[in-house]
């Protein structure tokens, strides 16, 4: 099954990946995490993207699809994967139809309001050395600021400093919201609130997929 999850920053679709990514055995895709391990490595792709990162400003099409080609191609992709992160926009989402040659059976937006959005991102915080993601309100390790499993220090992300979080934002609502029409078209598009609880919010997606699933066996079935 191929998934994606998309919604305005801070939404929870790296967590929500994850859990659904454990339960249901599709690999996760993030393009946000590849492009800060390019940055992170220092890769002239890494150098491309990064002013554009902090400045919370979508980096080029053709390097993000790219490396989604380049990923969905490995023999571990094959059965379905989840998306989070990709497509941001409606070319993203015409090219991966044209590398995919399929189209995804499942696009859910976690909606979030704005100041929700705001108020998690600017409490959150990820490790230096090993990425893990923690948030002032709901897990932090005992020790201020420091990593549990490596120890390292905790730091908030470049684009999660206010301002920038203004401009993902409006990044968002100028050019990601308009996915939302186009896979209404397409009749894949389903929609889940994003105030809940993780527990919450991952209960209504399994719901979502879990009848995909149920509703695509019964077609294998009278065939
Ligand atoms: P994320 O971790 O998904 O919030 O992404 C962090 C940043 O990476 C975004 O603000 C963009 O600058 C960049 N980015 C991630 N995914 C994409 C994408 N599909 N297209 C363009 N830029 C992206």
């Not at 920053?9 to 895709?29: A, E, H, N, R």
């Not at 890494?46 to 990162?53: F, L, P, Q, W």
């Not at 078209?185 to 149920?214: H, M, P, Q, W």
């Amino acid at each position: 099954m191929r998934i994606i999850l998309f919604g305005p920053p801070g939404c929870g679709k790296g967590t929500q990946g994850d859990l659904i990514s454990k339960k249901y055995g599709f690999p996760k895709i993030s393009t946000g995490d590849l492009l800060r391990h390019e940055v992170q490595e220092g890769t002239p792709l890494g150098k491309k993207a990064e002013v554009r990162m902090a400045k919370g400003e979508l980096v080029n099409d053709e390097i993000v699809i790219k490396m989604i080609k380049k990923r969905i191609a490995q023999p571990e992709y094959k059965k379905g994967y989840i998306l989070d992160g990709f497509p941001r926009n409606v070319i993203q989402a015409q090219m991966l139809e044209e590398v995919s040659q399929e189209q995804a059976e499942a696009v859910i937006e976690i909606y979030l309001n704005d100041q929700t959005a705001k108020n998690r991102l600017g409490a959150r915080r990820i490790c230096s050395c090993c990425g893990a993601i923690y948030n002032l309100f709901v897990k932090m390790p005992d020790k201020e600021e420091t990593c549990v499993t490596c120890g390292e220090k905790l730091n908030l992300r470049e684009d999660d400093k206010p301002e920038v979080i203004k401009e993902r934002l409006k990044v968002y609502y100028e050019q990601t919201e308009s996915l939302i029409d186009y896979y209404k078209r397409k009749r894949i598009y389903y929609r889940v609130d994003g105030e809940g609880t993780i527990e919450t919010v991952f209960r209504n997606i399994c719901s979502i997929l879990d009848e995909k699933i149920a509703n695509s066996r019964e077609v294998k079935f009278a065939q």
